[in-house]
C-alpha cells in the first residue's frame, strides 16, 4: 500500500546541516501537499514546513530562514534542508502527505519519522 519513505536524519554538532528526504512509494491521485512534521521533547508534534503542488510553502513558527523545503509534492517528493541546527531541534521528524479524494473527503499519510540529534 501507499507509504512514505523518509531518510537522512542522524546526529549532528549545534550549528550544522542535516538534510532529510521523503519519497512516495507508488503515484497516487489528488496529492494537495507534502511536509515535515516535528515531535520534540515536551511539545505535540508541529508543522516544520509544508510544500503545496504548486509549489507554494508555508513554515512553522520561527523555522524558515533555517530550514528551506523543496520539491515536488505530485510527485510525491519532497525535501528538507535543517542548517544552523540547535539542540532544540532534536527530535523525531515525519514526513505527510495530504490527498483530496472529494472536496470533503481526503486522507494524510505519515512516515514511520526519522530521528534528529543535534549535540551541544
Known sequence: QVRLVESGGGLVQA????????RLSESIPGVVFMGWYRQTPGNTRQLVAKITTTGATNYGDSLEG???ISGDAAKGL???RLDRLEPEDTGVYYCNLKQMIT?????SYWGEGTQVTVSS
Open 15 to 22: 550549528g550544522g546541516s542535516l538534510a532529510l528526504s521523503c
Open 66 to 68: 533555517r530550514f528551506t
Open 78 to 80: 519532497v525535501d528538507l
Open 103 to 107: 472536496i470533503n473527503e481526503g486522507n
